[in-house]
């Protein structure tokens, strides 16, 4: 099973579309009805809930139980409404290239590309030397004593000498991981 997600919170809009995808399958059977949008006679639902669910509606939904869609349709929709894409399990999305340099501005630019260039849950962990600083949480939860950090990817994350507590730049080592810790990375940025 893949679930896909659809958020925008200014709009109230928070949809589960559960589906019988696995793995790298692209064409999908939508198995139930979208979860977060209020059925006619329904009771119980919020008035924001109600709300959301007008407004994804009004988006263009246009699947239905039962009936089968491309993957990339589910991504192309999320993306030309504004709405945040969560995918779970992320299997899917894997990323296919990853790597660490530092740039003419000596700050280190960790790349991640995924396979539908969707952003990308990672933990990007660095040697001891690194003492992450707090203006690094602008790409996620600094985790490990401020030796390693975990959030969202979208192609890369440039990180300053300050964010990383460092002050010239250095050799490092960072290993990266996605999908839970299925896929890892070894990076290494040279100080040259």
Same mark, same amino acid.
């Given at each position: 099973m893949?679930?896909?997600?659809? =958020?925008?919170?200014?709009?109230?809009?928070?949809?589960?579309?559960?589906?019988?995808?696995s793995c790298g399958q692209k064409r999908v059977f939508i198995t139930e009805s979208p979860r977060g949008v209020v059925v006619p006679g329904q009771t119980g639902a919020?008035?924001? +809930?109600?709300? %959301?669910?007008?407004?994804?509606?009004?988006? %263009?939904?246009?699947?239905n139980v039962g009936e089968t869609v491309q993957h990339e349709d589910l991504v192309d929709f999320a993306e030309e409404n504004g709405l945040t894409l969560t995918i779970e399990p992320q299997e899917i999305n894997d990323i296919v290239t990853a790597s660490a340099e530092w740039d003419a501005e000596n700050n280190l630019v960790i790349t991640a590309v995924s396979e539908l260039?969707?952003?990308?849950?990672?933990?990007? =962990?660095?040697?001891?030397?690194v003492d992450l600083a707090e203006s690094a949480t602008r790409f996620g939860e600094i985790t490990n004593g401020g030796h390693s950090i975990k959030g969202?990817?979208?192609?890369?994350?440039?990180?300053?000498?300050?964010?990383?507590?460092?002050?010239?730049?250095?050799?490092?080592?960072?290993?990266?991981?996605?999908?839970?810790?299925? +896929?890892?990375?070894?990076?290494?940025?040279?100080?040259?």
């Open positions: 893949r679930l896909y997600r659809f =958020v925008k919170t200014n709009d109230k809009i928070d949809v589960v579309v559960a589906t019988d995808g919020t008035d924001d +809930q109600k709300e %959301g669910s007008d407004s994804f509606l009004a988006l %263009g939904w246009k699947w260039n969707q952003s990308k849950e990672v933990e990007a =962990v660095f040697p001891n030397t969202k990817i979208l192609n890369s994350w440039t990180l300053t000498l300050a964010d990383l507590g460092l002050d010239a730049k250095e050799e490092l080592e960072i290993v990266l991981f996605a999908n839970g810790g299925v +896929q890892s990375f070894n990076l290494a940025a040279s100080a040259d």
